[in-house]
């Protein structure tokens, strides 16, 4: 893990969400005097990285434990060494990732796949027929229903053509379509 | 969830102690506060290089600063630490309980021992590792003032044991033992007596100075006389000492043989001695607040340096002086009352004074805070006036609207000139990117050229317009301090506009809960155009039985009005206005007498309750205002029976300006569940010390009915409320599982609302109310908790909460939800509700201040913006924090990262695109035509 510039500033312990403080020394060890005996949350703040918080328990003789800190299930003991060690769990990650728009990510959309191989197969089944004569005649005796379907291009230029003046064209174009029929 | 801009300062505090001078060929400047932070700051742009926030204790901090080892030495009442100057990095700290009822006298590092005198206590600790070397008490109340190393091995103290004797005493540096005592009987009383270096001089009624060398086995006394001393102050240079007596000012020089009154000036209490770095020629500087003028002098030969005026003109008093001469420039470092920090750089031979960089200190001390709206612009107050010419003909209301449009159409005409000039300079200088430049364009914000101010600095006049945004999110923050100041920021930079001092005998008033506050009201908004804003604060005077009331302009921060009045007991703004549009502020003073300002005779357009409690005995009051006979009357009367350790330690009510959007909540089987939104309901929060007792209670103020009330055995402080719409969360620490816990209450009405229309006290509900209460762990410390705020209320609230480790959490209401429970219906399953789970989980993604830890926030503002989406926040205490958040996420504004280049590429491809295949379609068609 890269170590920031100067940390030890702008680190500290607090206990108890800043009850008492205590500040980091040159070779990273800390100490907080002056605490009566008590149970306390230990913790760092730190802005780059994530420490585990501990809790640190002070009998009234003077005898200390640490143990892992479990809001949930407070009276649970799992003991940990003492004096502490601390080190960072992760890096702090303040941003979500934004959601980019990736071409892979789009490719591999199940309803993009289907269409694709859809496509495909428009395009390679006539090309495999080409090959075999007895099923191009085949599938020249199928009757394949005839349907007008309105020319995309035609609609365009009548939008932008407008309306008054070029009105003739189409007409002349279906008659001209009609001739070569 | 998306957030914009981010503004982010922190300050060190109000000084209470500075150092600053030229060791080694570097500017050393430290400052503790009374904030408990000790800060080092770059004097040459006054940015903080570290700040170590401390303890805090009640009592203050103190430092001296060591050049051998470079360490800077921090005392409070337990402990003392040495930090590296140059990082701010710990060195070392020793825990050392000092009794209570005794003050520090001296700290200074004497060859390799820190001595540190406590009362009767000497400590002597190692300065390199912090260990204690010996410790010696003289069991007597003795207090010294001074201490210089006697030869090898010893140390000598000064200082006094009753009041008629003076004392020195010789000690081993190395062990502490008592090696030589001696007093000095004379007839001088030690506390005026100053000691710098190795000298002590004492002064006593008759006007004998005596000054003595007191690091010598046999210290020989020597005398001399002045008319009428009052006090001696010490300076750093051992040599000099200053005595203020009726009339005049002295500065003594002295030496083993003899005193010399060198110079003589005209009294002040601002003044400070310091040697030139380069001519090593000692020089005496004093601020006369009088006049604002600034006067420097030359020790050796009491000539006058300098004589200036200090700008800016017209603000607080300067407390406290430091400065560093350099031989042609001196470098001056004032403290004002209200806690504003300037460098100063005069030029001996031009003689003028200029200021180098302003910090606002006073901001660490912030009270309240409102944010206004800025005045209309021009063109929406053209737009405006159009509409005010009542009653005219119809020819004239033409006049008026054809004039108007030519007008508004020449202004636009105008402006995007501006913006296509200034947008041809950014390309032509490079200075944004290309889509910034577009946006600007077509009306975005002006992309910043120069680089961003430092917040807590003074605004640069021509760079922000005083305008109101389109989206209104622009504002000006208004904010009162409890040290002495208001100001005015601006939240694009939060850089001050303006600011107010509200006088010396200034003293923030105390609420029944012992809290310190200044109130700010909001008398007037900008929405009027033909009336200027006008906001009030309101204060106690310094030993005076009266309170002040000051009325000021909140955008321009000129004084309007000043109204004395008796101590106050309650000030409380009306929420209705009077002809001018001015909200009447009403004020309840210790007579029980209440009056208005501005004042207002008339019948109150509608009744008006307040509410009121004794917070040690837990009577509750609701009282009805009377305008008339200006007098209250009570209504009810309620007691909570509170035990003799119990008493109410949070109150919180619901602002009147609070919108409810919706009214109720749609079930999952289509019913509506309607909110219970009592706008008069208080939530209360007692504790009992001794049983460790938090109890919630919800009463409505204006019937004095107690609809709720809840109890948290084994609990401990910090309690902190927010109390919105139809629900509260509060806080507190179960000292059983010994964790943070946030409670969440939420009121419904049920599945049939009462009155749709206006919410009514007086009647009673056709159902019961629902109540919903459910508590959830928080696995961090609250300093402080609000909701954000909108301006139709129609989205989400969520919860701000500032944590002690820096970070400034945003939750969703969704996961603080009293409807929460373990075995969802399906019917729930379908309204969302999120399964009941005991943590509330702290994601560092939720942090709205990322990596800009703010510390010790005191208080988070939220406030509506002209987008329903956005909120605008300032969280307050030693950092100022500043931000946008959309609770629901920015459904009303294009994101932030919107591509107006690709957009607008699109757009040309498709125009241009749909002409070529037009032209291609027409040369097809006639060649299809021809064949």
Partial sequence: MKVPNNWQTNSKVLIDHGKYIGFITEDGSFQVQGVPSGSYIVEISNTDYIFEPVRVDITSSGKMRARKLNLLQPNQVNQIQYPLQMAARQPTKYFRVREEWRITDMLMNPMVIMLLVAFLLMIITPKLAAGDPQLQKEMQNMQMPKMEMPDLSETLANFFGGASGNKKAPAKKQAIGNKKR | MHYMKIKWESLIGCPEQLFYKRVNGRDILLISSKQHALGSLDTANGNILWRQIQDSMEDSLGFTYDNIHDIVIVYNKNYIRAFDYSTGILKWENFISLSQNQRVGILKVIKNVVILTHGPFIYGIKVTSGSLLWSTDFKDNSEWIGVAENGESSINLVGGISNNKLSIVKLSLENGSTQNRNSIDVEYNFERCAASGRNAVCLNSQGTILAIDFSKDKAVPVKTVLEQPIHIYASLDEKYFVVKSLSSLHVLHVTSEKITNILKVEPTEVFSISTDSSTKEPIFMAYYDTLGVIKAFDLKSSKNLLTSKLVPERQAP?????????????????????????????????????????????????????????????????????????????????????????????????????????????????????????????????????????????????????????????????????????????????????????????????????????????????????????????????????????????????????????????????????????????VLDINNKIDFFPSYSAPLPYSTFQFNFNASSGDLYGERIDSVTRKISTTWKNQLRFSKSEKIVAVASKPFSQTLHSQGKVLGDRAVLYKYSNPSLVALAAFDEVEALLTIYLIDAINGQIIYSGRHPRTRPPFHLVHCENWLAYSYWNEKARRTEIGVIELYEGLTQTNAVHFNSMTTEKTPLTIYAQSFIFSQGINAMTATETEQGLTNRNLLIALPFGGLLEVSKRFVDARRTIDLTPEMREEMIIPYMPELLLATEDLINYNQSIFNIRGIKTAPSGLESTSLVLAYGIDLFY??????????????DFDYVLISLVMVVLIGGSFVVKRIWRQNSIEQAWS
């Fill in chain 2, 318 to 586: 300067i407390s406290k002086l430091e400065f560093l001469s350099t031989g042609k420039t001196i470098e001056i470092l004032t403290v004002r009352r209200d806690c504003r920090v300037d460098l100063h750089e005069a030029r001996l031979d031009g003689k003028e004074v200029s200021i180098e960089w302003t910090r606002f200190e006073g901001l660490a001390t912030i009270a309240s805070v409102e944010m206004i709206d800025l005045p209309l612009s021009e063109t929406q107050a053209t737009i405006e006036t159009e509409f005010t010419a009542k009653d005219a003909g119809i020819l004239r209301t033409f006049i008026l609207r054809v004039t108007s449009q030519v007008e508004l159409f020449k202004r636009l005409f105008v402006q995007f000139a501006h913006r296509f000039v200034k947008s041809f300079e950014l390309i032509v200088t490079n200075q944004a990117s290309f889509s910034t430049i577009f946006r600007h364009l077509f009306g975005g914000e002006t992309p910043k050229s120069s680089k961003p101010q430092r917040t807590g600095s003074v605004a640069k006049p021509d760079t922000l317009p005083m305008e109101r945004d389109y989206f209104n999110l622009r504002k000006m923050i208004v904010v009162s301090t409890t040290s002495g100041s208001v100001y005015g920021l601006h939240n694009e930079d939060g850089s001050v506009i303006w600011s107010l001092y509200l006088g010396d005998d200034f003293e923030p008033l105390n609420d029944q809960l012992r809290r310190t506050k200044v109130p700010l009201f909001i008398q007037r908004g900008t929405s009027h155009y033909q009336f200027s804003s006008e906001a009030a604060v309101a204060f106690n005077v310094k030993n005076a039985k009266s309170s002040r009331l000051v009325i000021f302009n909140p955008i321009t921060g000129t004084l309007v009005n000043t109204y004395q009045v008796e101590r106050l007991k309650r000030v409380e703004l009306l929420p209705f206005t009077n002809d001018e549009m001015l909200h009447p502020l009403m």
């Fill in chain 2, 883 to 896: 931000t946008r958040v959309s609770p629901s996420g920015t459904f009303d504004i294009l994101k932030d």
